[in-house]
């Protein structure tokens, strides 16, 4: 039974394999914001038809970036039913696989030692994290403000993490997503609360701690993470934490 938690009015937070995935409702129809793993697929059809709804009701899907364990679901729906994917502008390239920005295996071998990282790659090698995924056709926002998708999202650049890294945030709620961005718990990290992801999963450690700039201005008091629980505070008070702890 896949948990879903309406944070917002019309504003679904579901789980993947220690990742997010968020569903946006206007009506009958949906907007999926991230997708999992590859393996999720399972567990997000769930969530949305634990909603009363199928992944044919999505208009369209955005990707906060092009990291595997966001894409799952994603890729699939997208190929089982043609619903458009978007991303920033920048990120495209990425969802198309022309390139990747991500970290790989090896890059964990110097890690095994350490907090949480063996059982953490075990679960997600069981969830399709070493398949090779793209969406060849990937778009990019057709416009920067609200976009013409149910919740009207509005995209946040913060570009860092990855080098097209996209925020979502719904104005009329006073609610981010902030996918990578920032983060409110991994299991990698001891620390709960809002942080940064460690350093070996973010392409550009110094810009994505310049891109909580750009978060920290929104009017936004529900903060909906790409990994870890959403939490309700103000969105400059959770920048502040996970600059604090990024020190
Ligand atoms: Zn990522």
């Keep these: 039974m896949t948990t879903v938690e309406e944070v917002a009015p019309d504003v679904f937070l579901a789980a993947g394999t220690d990742v997010n995935v968020v569903i946006l409702r206007d009506g009958d129809a949906l907007t999926l914001i991230d997708g999992g793993y590859p393996g999720d697929v399972g567990a997000v059809e769930g969530a949305i038809r634990s909603l009363g709804r199928a992944p044919e009701d999505m208009q369209g899907m955005l990707l906060t970036h092009a990291h595997i364990d966001h894409m799952g679901a994603i890729a699939a729906f997208h190929e ?3 619903i458009p994917v978007f991303t ?3 990120e495209v390239a990425h969802a198309r696989r022309d390139y990747l920005e991500q970290a790989t295996g090896k890059d964990f071998i110097p890690m095994l030692h350490k907090y949480g990282v063996l059982p953490w790659l ?5 969830v399709g994290a070493t398949r090779s995924l793209s969406v060849g056709d990937a778009q990019a926002f057709a416009s920067s403000g609200p976009l013409d ?4 999202p509005v995209p946040v650049a913060t570009h860092g993490h990855t080098s097209g890294h996209s925020a979502y945030h719904l104005p009329q709620h006073g609610v981010v997503i902030t996918g990578d961005a920032l983060v409110t ?3 990698l990290s001891k620390v709960r609360g809002p942080q940064l992801l460690p350093k070996v999963f973010d392409h550009g450690k110094q810009d994505t701690v310049s891109a909580l700039d750009h978060l920290a201005v929104l009017d936004a008091e529900t903060v909906v993470p790409g990994h870890g629980p959403a939490v309700f505070m103000p969105i400059a008070v959770a920048v502040e934490q996970a600059r ?3 020190r």
């Design 80 to 82: 089982r039913y043609g």
């Design 149 to 152: 998708l149910p919740g009207a």
């Design 88 to 90: 920033d502008p920048t």
């Design 122 to 126: 075990l679960r997600i090698a069981r």
């Design 185 to 187: 718990a991994h299991p």
């Design 244 to 246: 604090e702890r990024s």
